[in-house]
Each structure stands twice: as C-alpha cells, then as structure tokens.
C-alpha cells in the first residue's frame, strides 16, 4: 500500500503526525506500507517512523550531481528512501518523458531503492482503444535499459483519467490491464513477473478498494488524496491485508 502525498501537508509537524498515525494504525496489518512524502518533509517522517514502515520519495532526478535547480539524485535518497515513484501522471503531463523515466528507473535501482514505475493511459487513448499499447511502451521502455538482474520492480496501473477524478477504473478493467502487465515482466523476465507487484491507482477510497484487491494481478494499491487521513489510509491498509 503506497500513499502518494503529493504536495502535502504544508507543515512538518502535520506531516510527522499523519505519519505516525498511520505507523501505529497499521500495526498488526499484514501489508506493507510505504509512505511518499514531499522530499522536504522525507527526513523528518523517516525519523519518526523509523523501519515501521516503508518510506519512498515521489520523483527523482537521474543525473548525478550538478547544476539542476530543484532536484534530488538518487545518491541523496539513498538510505532515506527505500522506493521512487516514476512516472507519476502528473510529472509526465508536465514534460518528463518515457525516456527520463526509464533513465530515473535505472538510478534508482542503483542505489539499491526500487522503482514504483506509474504508467497509465488519458482518457483519449482509452476512448481510442490504446490503453493496452500504451502501458506496454512507458513500462517497455523501463525494461528495456534495466540490467538483466534488476530486481523486482512495483508496477502502478493508474489510469490518467482516474486519478483525483473520483472515477475509478472498474476493478474488472483494472484487473485486464494488470493481467497484461504482468505477462509484459513475464516475457521480459522469467521471475520477475511473480517478484514484482502491480497495484491499482486512481480515486481508490474505502469504499471501492474490495473491488480491487479482490484481483488476482492486483498486489495493492497507490492511493493519493484517501492517504492524506489516517484513518481512511488504515482502513485501506486493512482491507489490503
Ligand atoms: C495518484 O496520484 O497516484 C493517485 C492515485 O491519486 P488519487 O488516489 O487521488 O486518485
């Protein structure tokens, strides 16, 4: 179970507090939990937490040092972070290219971290029938610069459309398209496919999680706005469980 705080909580302390709310809600809860805060507030809500529970940074920038206004390499995630979410929508939609998402995939894999590689498709490509062969190309050309033992990967299947829509995929068509993906890390690798874990997002709440995690090929889920309230986060967690 992944939550995607995007460009929240303003404040530190409410960051460090949802945290260890989630932290001591989870307790018991067979899932694991990862929780992506914005870079600035990663220390503080690793240190709160500490290995309770899985910390991952929202993007990355794969240069290793140097002039890059803004951004954070790998090396300077690397013990705070244990995945990176790649290829969020919302990063693509503001220029970042299957290409630097490949090229982010393989730096973080460097530094021992795990990529969460998002890819999903508008709702025109949809409408036009392409979800299928776009899924297969941003997740293809991940796979392709990968080294042969890179590991298992965690696959987001989050439809463009559905994400903070309130619409989400159903959990049949969600479940096709994990299925596919699946046999795309299948063919690609032996293993890799049954190492790795796909997970559903877009508009996941408490009342329409069952729908997916009652899917063979869906391992959990990537959760934006129900992450932002504890308790909706547990109740997702549990229901992951
Ligand atoms: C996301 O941004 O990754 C996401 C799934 O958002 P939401 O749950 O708000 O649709």
């Keep these: 179970m992944v939550a995607n705080w995007k460009m929240n909580p303003d404040r530190q302390t409410d960051a460090v507090?949802?945290?260890?709310?989630?932290?001591?809600?989870?307790?018991?809860?067979?899932?694991?939990?990862?929780?992506?805060?914005?870079?600035?507030?990663?220390?503080?809500?690793?240190?709160?937490?500490?290995?309770?529970?899985?910390?991952?940074?929202?993007?990355?920038?794969?240069?290793?040092?140097?002039?890059?206004?803004?951004?954070?390499?790998?090396?300077?995630?690397?013990?705070?972070?244990?995945?990176?979410?790649?290829?969020?929508?919302?990063?693509?939609?503001?220029?970042?290219?299957?290409?630097?998402?490949?090229?982010?995939?393989?730096?973080?894999?460097?530094?021992?971290?795990?990529?969460?590689?998002?890819?999903g498709e508008t709702a025109d490509e949809r409408t036009a029938g392409h979800t299928l062969a776009v899924v297969f190309r941003q997740l293809g050309t991940v796979l392709d610069v990968l080294a042969a033992d890179h590991g298992p990967l965690v696959v987001a299947y989050e439809p463009v459309w559905a994400i903070g829509s309130g619409t989400p995929a159903t959990g049949a068509d969600a479940q096709a398209v994990a299925a596919a993906l699946r046999g795309e890390l299948r063919s690609h690798a032996r293993g890799l496919a049954d190492d790795s874990r796909i997970l559903y997002g877009g508009s996941v709440t408490a009342a329409n999680a069952h729908e997916f995690f009652g899917q063979l090929d869906i391992d959990g889920a990537l959760v934006g706005g129900a992450s932002l309230e504890a308790e909706t986060f547990i109740a997702l967690a549990r229901a992951a469980g």
Excluded: K
Aim: charged share 15%; glycine share 12%.
């Design 17 to 119: 507090a949802l945290a260890l709310a989630v932290a001591d809600g989870v307790v018991g809860i067979d899932a694991e939990v990862v929780l992506c805060p914005p870079t600035i507030w990663l220390l503080a809500v690793a240190a709160a937490v500490g290995p309770r529970i899985g910390i991952g940074a929202q993007t990355v920038n794969p240069a290793p040092r140097g002039a890059f206004t803004g951004e954070t390499s790998a090396t300077m995630l690397e013990g705070l972070a244990a995945y990176v979410i790649v290829g969020h929508s919302e990063r693509r939609g503001a220029g970042e290219t299957d290409g630097l998402v490949a090229r982010q995939a393989v730096s973080v894999r460097a530094h021992g971290m795990v990529p969460i590689v998002a890819v």
